[in-house]
C-alpha cells in the first residue's frame, strides 16, 4: 500500500507480481495497484503440470491495450491446460492451507536449530516483513528461506531429503527446494528457498530435520 502511494504521487502507475501470494492470499489491486501479473504455474493451480499467465486491472484503457497485445503477439494457452487450471482452483484454498501450516512449522523447526541460519518467513512474528504481511496478506505463502552455509551441505541436505525434490519452480503438491546461487541470483552459497507442499506435516518435519542432520 505503502509503494502504491508514493509511486501514485510520483505520477506512476505500479504493477505487482502476485505469484506467491495468489489472490486467496493477497489482493493488490484493493492495496492500491494498477496492474497485477502473476504465474498461474505455481500455487494458483498446483500441481506442477502446466505454464499459465495473467494479468488484471481494474482500468478498462489498460485491460484492453493489453488483451490487444496478447491477441496480436502473445501466447494463448490450450483447452485442456485451462482444464487442468479450473479443476485444480477447487483445491486452491485446501493446499495455501497445508502450505502455510506446513510452512509455519518448518520455520519453528529451523529457526531453533544451531545449524540453520537466516530462516525468513513473513508469517513469523519476528520476522521483519511480518508487520506489513500481517496487515496486507489473508494468508501466508508456504514458500521460506534460509541458509545452509554453503553449495555442498545443501546438497547433502536434498540428496538425504525423501521428502524434498530439487526444483526451481515452487507451490505444487510437492515441497521443493532451490539453491538460487547456481542460477547467478545475488544470494549466499548456502541460501535455500523451500517451497512447503501439501505432505503431512510430521512427516515433512521428520524428513528434514532427518536430511538436516544427514548433511552434517
Ligand atoms: C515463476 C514466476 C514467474 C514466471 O512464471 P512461469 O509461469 O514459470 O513462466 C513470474 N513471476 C514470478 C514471481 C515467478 O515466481
Given at each position: 500500500r505503502a509503494v502504491a502511494g508514493a509511486a501514485h504521487a510520483a505520477g506512476a502507475l505500479v504493477a505487482v507480481d502476485n505469484t506467491t501470494a495468489t489472490p486467496l492470499g493477497q489482493r493488490p489491486l484493493d492495496l492500491g495497484a494498477d496492474v497485477v501479473v502473476a504465474s498461474g504455474?505455481?500455487?494458483?493451480?498446483?500441481?506442477?503440470?502446466l505454464l499459465l499467465g495473467y494479468l488484471v486491472t481494474r482500468d478498462a484503457g489498460l485491460r484492453d491495450s493489453a488483451t490487444t497485445w496478447r491477441t496480436t503477439t502473445g501466447g494463448v494457452p490450450g483447452a485442456f491446460d485451462c482444464w487442468l487450471a479450473h479443476r485444480s482452483l477447487a483445491t486452491l484454498d485446501l493446499r495455501l492451507a497445508r502450505h502455510t501450516a506446513n510452512a509455519g512449522a518448518l520455520a519453528d523447526l529451523l529457526a531453533a536449530r544451531p545449524d540453520v541460519t537466516g530462516v525468513r518467513w513473513?508469517?513469523?512474528?519476528?520476522?521483519?516483513a511480518y508487520p506489513v504481511a500481517s496487515a496486507q496478506m489473508r494468508r501466508v505463502p508456504g514458500v521460506l528461506s534460509f541458509d545452509l552455509g554453503d553449495e555442498g551441505r545443501v546438497a547433502r541436505f536434498l540428496g538425504a531429503s525423501r521428502l524434498v525434490a530439487a526444483a526451481?519452480?515452487?507451490?505444487?503438491l510437492h515441497t521443493t527446494a532451490d539453491r538460487?546461487?547456481?542460477?547467478?541470483?545475488?544470494?549466499?552459497?548456502?541460501f535455500v528457498r523451500f517451497s512447503c507442499g501439501v505432505e503431512d506435516t510430521a512427516d515433512l518435519l521428520a524428513d528434514v530435520a532427518a536430511a538436516l542432520d544427514a548433511a552434517g
Open positions: 504455474t505455481k500455487a494458483l493451480t498446483g500441481h506442477s503440470d513473513p508469517g513469523r512474528p519476528d520476522d521483519p526451481t519452480s515452487f507451490g505444487g538460487r546461487a547456481q542460477w547467478g541470483d545475488a544470494t549466499t552459497p548456502g
